[in-house]
């Protein structure tokens, strides 16, 4: 046992003949963020969605807290502690913002069966609610829908909800996207102090944010990871270089 | 999109409406209008109930008509052992008694319910409609050719349940105890739609990959709803048994699912009022034209055709729509 | 097994495979408009029976079985696209519900516009002189030609159909509108043209037929009714947009079909008295497709070829 | 065109000035869907009825209230509850199907009203269920089905086939032929939407029986007939048929394809009565070419039924005009015809063979009396 959060080990995921996860293996460990970085096709959300249970691997296992999770469905994997974010913001869209952060709550307190009690009356669960709302950027913002919401704050949402669920682990599927300058500064510094607490997985495009945040990088291309390091390791590497970041230097 | 103020308006003056107006029927209704109130009542239940798994859960079942008819059946059958003084399979006794006959029909209908959801909620989309379908058929053919109860020509119940010493053959007395149980059923209703699991379910049919992961497994959330809808549309069922005295398999034919589903969406999908108005609309109309013309079917084939193109979201979205604008006028 | 049972198997597979190819006519349009637009189409049968009543009355009126099939073609084809038209094309936006509510209204107008028209009794047509004696294809087993032909003109719309949906630009698109609808837009493609194509095509089947069935059965209102959830049930068993499972569940349905209903309350008679054999045979024969379709759906929740994997 | 004259025509009749104190008779019937024309010759019989009474039946002036049930026994209930207690109608008929009268007949009864059948008599309200406001003026499923029996068994045949749809008609069909037929049967159950029967005729020819009798109204019949044809049985081995399996509009839209089956019949177009032969005139008179059913020959009767006793007494004082229904004094079209104890018809059989008539179109020809005067199976049940 390596003690790690998450551990990933040769997965690999065929689409007819197209192979999308090459036999990839990773590590998440207590108090890291480990960022997965590699262009687009490379295979990141293939991956994501085998680590969450949406797509069952074709070989390879994986490993939440040391507990074989490989044929574990998706809310019995959150049962285990992941909690993940969406790259494509995807939230319930007719109910408000404090309902979306509410059914995050909901669902970790449980007794969801019940069918004679009033959601409205529970005082633990809109306590709970309103607390992870106070202090944050939406507190004002608590009862729009989330239709009313713009892209930066659905995001930050997004954020919001997976972290009511107390996650021991977060995957999280480019929280950058689409955000503005000032609005990715704004969900850099919430995803560190996040961070001191949870470990994360990180997909993301961004690198000013990846090497903000990052204790560990990897890289994937073809469906394969190509160099695995610290962040100084990955800035240096030439092969990761070449692969990815191309003649242009934009690391800094 | 109406504001939720004028949408609670809406409702408000909805139900201030309904409960006077249902209260006062027999006093100016004549029989055959006191009859069709009771209809609606007893439809609007199953109508109801659908729309808990369509509209609150996004469920397309086209099989409902199946626990509408079950329900009936329970009634007719037991009815059949009550007067011959025969045990049902050998060892259930009949009864008339309403309140035995109605909790065996919901029962019944949710152990159904619960067989034909576990089965068929491993689809989605259209193989769920079809598969729902599929199963509805199997048992209106397996009561057409069920000979101990009639067949095709179904069970006549000579008289409607006993119930509380009431006198059942009086119309206005049997208008009331159903107004009681659609009463107790539509505040129940109200209560799980707005319980922790009325939520979730709300929930899930709005997105259910993010409800998976925040960790609620759909199939089983689903299955509840689905077992709770069938013991409505049973509930609605063993009601109109009584009501009519007479349960046939034409109950259980895919044209009644086809029908519940109707009266749902004319009102309007996934509102709690809206399967009422919507159950109130279709039998209104299929009464009144089919007093006007013998083509009656073609003038309701072009009025669905054009609430369906003319409007979204059916009459109760309309009604919330009329609210917005009196609530702009006034302010 | 006796020579005389093996050819009533043979006889009744035949059967089975001329109610599958008329299940697969059907299906065939309904699969595609199903599978292409995402639209639930449940006045498919009313296109039937608009082409059986057109030929039908037209082959009536002029004595000439042959004139009915290109009347029906171009009555069901008209109505079709005048459907596509006015209904449909509202409709490809909407939600299923809409869809089936709209298209059950249809029904409703199109049984009570014949009921206006043509008046309630069934009409009549007769097979071509031609083609009513039956003929021995093998020794002791005789057959009605005529049913030999639509088994015959059904296979040939299937390769037909073949070619068109794996040699041509439109079969193409098609294809990709199957597997991925937005994917065809992306490309450009005029999608309404298309849409109006695909439902021509599938309202030209069904009126062929329709047409083709009225010498066998009664055409009457109503009689799409009778057939529309058989046809369901073939597309979803065949998997919604695939013409190949249409084919494949259309024929397979009916020979089980067919088998059931001739065979099951004789095999049940051999482990059980004879009455109770016959109802429980025939209770389960007339469950049969639906039950098959439940099993083959939970097998494989979207059908056997699904597109679009 | 001739429909909507039909159509027309009651309407005049029911809008026309003066008709305030008319007796109305409520007709609740079958008017969409494939048994839509069966739903069509009731009311066009009884329309006829009144026409040639010149608004009145038994001297007496009536107005008919038509309203198409659907083929739903919850509609139905609701148009008799509409009739009978808010517009306070006492005379109703009409009803085709056996499941609508289960929903109509006993709430109809009940709130005092007289029920009338021109068709359907199921038979749990033939016996144990049969009730003093209830008459069936057709007659009892058991005793068509019985006749075809005998009639199948007085031509000498000992082995037969008998087919039928999977449900409770179609079921007692079978037990009604085999009843007096006494000979070998095997049985074979079609289903309820069945328009395909290739399978039954592969069986039937390799079961070769001596005879065929099947029973599917409507539709089914005529698909039936037509694929007995096209499977070359036709002419090989003899069908005996009850009266709804060859009824005149399947005659109509068979062919050929019916000629050379036997029926059994309680009325047929040549019968040679009075009553019969201004009843066909009527309506040729009316209708031309359009096939006459029995259904429509049962619905006159029924007209007439009312019209005798409307002689005699108001429908408002229900032991008298009980009395006078009872007694069924009414010229038949189909002859003799009086009630057994329970309210059904007593009446004579016939035979019939199917033969090409002169337009090539088929007709039936009567031939012997087969049982004279029978009633059915559950009078004895009946307690009234």
Redesign the interface.
């Known amino acids: 046992m390596t003690g790690a959060v998450l551990e990933v080990k040769c997965l690999v995921k065929r689409f007819g003949g197209l192979i999308a996860t090459d036999h990839v293996s990773l590590e998440v460990r207590p108090g890291e963020v480990h960022a997965l970085i590699g262009p687009n096709g490379a295979g990141k959300s293939t991956l994501i969605n085998q680590l969450c249970g949406e797509l069952v691997p074709d070989e390879g296992a994986v490993f939440l807290g040391g507990q074989d999770v490989t044929a574990a469905s998706v809310p019995d994997r959150v049962a285990l502690g992941l909690g993940r974010t969406f790259q494509i913001t995807n939230l319930l869209t007719e109910m408000s913002v404090r309902d979306n952060i509410a059914m995050a709550v909901q669902a970790r307190m449980g007794r969801n069966f019940r069918i004679w009690d009033a959601v409205a009356r529970r005082r633990a669960l809109w306590a709970e609610t309103d607390g992870l709302l106070a202090g944050t950027a939406l507190d004002t913002r608590a009862h729009v829908p989330v239709a009313g919401l713009s892209h930066g704050e659905k995001k930050q949402l997004e954020l919001l909800v997976a972290l009511a669920r107390k996650p021991q682990l977060l995957l999280l599927d480019e929280p950058m996207a689409g955000l503005g300058a000032a609005e990715s500064h704004e969900m850099i510094v919430s995803l560190r102090q996040v961070a001191q607490a949870t470990p994360m997985l990180l997909v993301e495009h961004d690198m000013e944010a990846v090497f903000a945040l990052a204790t560990r990088i990897s890289v994937l291309v073809y469906g394969r990871i190509i160099a695995s390091g610290s962040v100084e390791e990955i800035r240096a590497n030439p092969e990761v270089r070449e692969a990815y970041l191309g003649a242009e230097d934009e690391l800094c | 999109m109406p504001s939720p103020d004028a949408r609670n308006l809406a409702r408000r003056i909805g139900l201030a409406v309904l409960v006077v107006a249902l209260l006062a029927v027999p006093m100016f209704a004549d029989s055959s209008s006191l009859s069709l109130v009771t209809r609606i009542l007893i439809y609007s239940i199953a109508a109801a109930s659908l729309n808990f798994v369509l509209g609150y859960g996004g469920m397309i079942s086209l099989g409902h008509a199946a626990f509408f008819g079950i329900g009936g059946y329970v009634v007719g059958m037991l009815f059949v052992h009550h007067a011959d003084a025969t045990p049902l399979m050998g060892f259930i006794p009949g009864s008339n008694q309403l309140l035995v006959t109605v909790p065996a029909a919901v029962v019944v209908s949710g152990l159904l319910a619960l067989i034909i959801g576990a089965l068929s909620l491993r689809t989605g989309g259209v193989q769920f409609i079809m598969i729902t379908l599929a199963f509805a058929q199997m048992i209106f053919f397996f009561f057409v050719s069920l000979k101990a109860y009639g067949g095709e020509d179904g069970i006549i119940v000579r008289r409607t349940n006993e119930f509380l010493g009431l006198n059942m053959r009086d119309r206005v007395t049997l208008y009331y105890v159903m107004l009681g149980f659609w009463a107790v059923f539509m505040l129940a209703l109200w209560r799980v739609v707005h319980s922790s699991f009325g939520t979730v379910l709300r929930g899930m049919k709005q997105n259910e990959r993010r409800m998976a992961a925040l960790g609620y497994a759909p199939y089983r959330y689903k299955l509840y709803a689905f077992v709770l809808s069938g013991m409505g549309a049973g509930l609605s069922g063993a009601l109109m048994a009584n009501f009519l005295r007479f349960a046939s398999p034409d109950m259980l034919h895919w044209t009644k699912s086809a029908a519940l589903m109707t009266m749902v969406i004319l009102g309007g999908v996934g509102s709690f009022l809206g399967p009422i108005w919507g159950t109130a609309a279709y039998l209104v109309l299929e009464t009144w034209l089919a007093a006007q013309t013998e083509y009656w079917q073609l003038w309701l084939g072009l009025i669905l055709l054009a609430v369906v193109l003319g409007t979204r979201g059916g009459i109760n979205a309309g009604m919330a729509r009329l609210a917005a604008l009196m609530m702009r006028g006034r302010g | 097994m006796r020579p005389g049972s093996m050819i009533l198997v043979l006889e009744q597979l035949l059967n089975g495979l001329q109610y599958g190819v008329m299940l697969f006519l059907l299906a065939a349009g309904l699969t595609l408009i199903f599978g292409i637009m995402g639209v639930i189409n449940l006045a498919h049968g009313s296109l039937f029976m608009v082409g059986a009543y057109a030929g039908t009355l037209v082959a009536g009126a002029t004595g000439n079985f042959w004139l009915g099939i290109p009347v029906a073609l171009v009555a069901a084809g008209a109505t079709g696209l005048a459907v596509e038209a006015l209904v449909i094309r509202r409709l490809y936006a909407r939600d299923h519900l809409d869809q089936v509510l709209a298209t059950f209204g249809l029904i409703l107008i199109f049984n009570q516009i014949i009921t206006l028209t043509v008046g309630r009794q069934p009409v009549f047509v007769a097979i071509p002189e031609s083609l009513a004696a039956p003929v021995e294809l093998l020794p002791g087993l005789f057959y009605p030609p005529y049913r030999l032909l639509i088994i015959a003109a059904g296979l040939l719309v299937a390769l037909g159909l073949y070619l068109l949906i794996n040699r041509t630009r439109i079969g193409m698109l098609v294809r990709a509108g199957a597997t991925n609808r937005d994917m065809v837009r992306a490309l450009g493609v005029d999608i309404r043209l298309l849409y109006t194509v695909v439902f021509g095509l599938g309202a030209l089947l069904a009126g062929f037929a329709g047409y083709v069935s009225g010498p066998i059965s009664a055409v009457q209102v109503g009689m799409g009714e009778q057939i529309l959830l058989s046809t369901f049930v073939v597309v979803v068993v065949g998997g919604v947009g695939s013409i190949k499972g249409a084919c494949v569940a259309g024929i397979l349905l009916g020979v089980v079909d067919t088998m059931l209903r001739a065979f099951l309350p004789g095999l049940l008679r051999g482990v059980m008295p004879a009455s109770e054999a016959d109802a429980l045979g025939i209770g389960i024969a007339s469950m049969g497709i639906y039950l098959l379709m439940a099993l083959v759906l939970l097998i494989r929740p979207k059908g056997l070829f699904a597109a679009g994997g | 065109m001739k429909?909507l004259l039909a159509?027309a025509s009651i309407l005049a009749l029911s809008t026309m000035p003066g008709w305030a104190e008319a007796v109305k008779i409520g007709v609740i019937t079958t008017?969409?869907?494939?048994p839509?024309?069966i739903g069509?010759q009731v009311r066009d019989a009884i329309a006829l009825a009144v026409e040639q009474g010149g608004g009145k039946l038994g001297g007496v002036e009536v107005e008919l209230v038509?309203?198409?049930d659907?083929?739903?026994?919850?509609?139905g209930?609701?148009?008799a509850?509409?009739f009978?207690?808010?517009q306070g109608i006492k005379i109703l008929t009409g009803i085709v199907f056996?499941?609508v009268a289960?929903?109509v007949v006993?709430?109809v009864v009940?709130n005092g009203a007289f029920y009338l059948s021109s068709n359907a008599a199921?038979?749990?309200?033939a016996g144990a269920?049969c009730n003093e406001n209830y008459f069936v003026v057709s007659w009892q499923n058991d005793s068509l089905h019985e006749a075809t029996g005998a009639a199948a068994k007085s031509l000498g045949y000992k082995k037969a086939v008998a087919l039928a749809p999977?449900?409770?008609?179609g079921?007692d069909a079978i037990a009604g032929f085999k009843r007096l037929f006494e000979g070998e049967v095997e049985?074979?159950?079609?289903?309820?939407?069945q328009?395909?029967f290739?399978?039954?005729m592969?069986?039937i020819?390799?079961a070769a029986p001596e005879v065929v009798f099947q029973f599917h109204p409507?539709?089914?019949g005529?698909?039936f007939l037509?694929?007995y044809q096209?499977?070359?049985l036709l002419g090989q081995i003899p069908m005996v048929l009850s009266e709804p399996s060859v009824d005149g509009?399947?005659l109509?839209?068979?062919?050929?394809a019916g000629v050379g089956v036997k029926a059994t019949t309680h009325w047929n177009e040549d019968f040679d009565n009075d009553a019969s032969k201004a009843f066909v005139a009527a309506w040729r008179a009316k209708h031309g070419d359009?096939?006459i059913t029995y259904y429509a020959q049962q619905a006159w009767d029924t007209a007439q039924l009312i019209g005798s006793a409307l002689s005699k007494a108001t429908p408002d004082d229900a032991d008298a005009f009980r009395t006078a229904l009872r007694a069924a004094d009414f010229a038949s079209t189909r002859g003799d015809f009086k009630f057994g104890a329970n309210q059904h018809p007593v009446q004579s059989w016939y035979m019939v063979d199917i033969v090409a008539g002169p337009n090539g179109k088929p007709q039936a020809v009567t031939k012997d009396k087969l049982r004279d005067m029978v009633g059915d199976v559950y009078a004895d049940q009946c307690k009234m």
């Open positions: 429909k159509a008017l969409s869907g494939p839509g024309y069509e038509v309203e198409d659907g083929l739903n026994p919850g509609n209930r609701q148009i509850e509409k009978v207690n808010d056996s499941n289960g929903a006993p709430d009940d199921p038979s749990n309200l269920g999977n449900y409770q008609a079921k049985e074979i159950y079609t289903q309820l939407d328009t395909d290739a399978s039954e592969a069986r020819r390799a409507g539709g089914l005529i698909a037509k694929q096209q499977a070359g509009v399947i109509n839209a068979v062919g050929e359009r096939p």
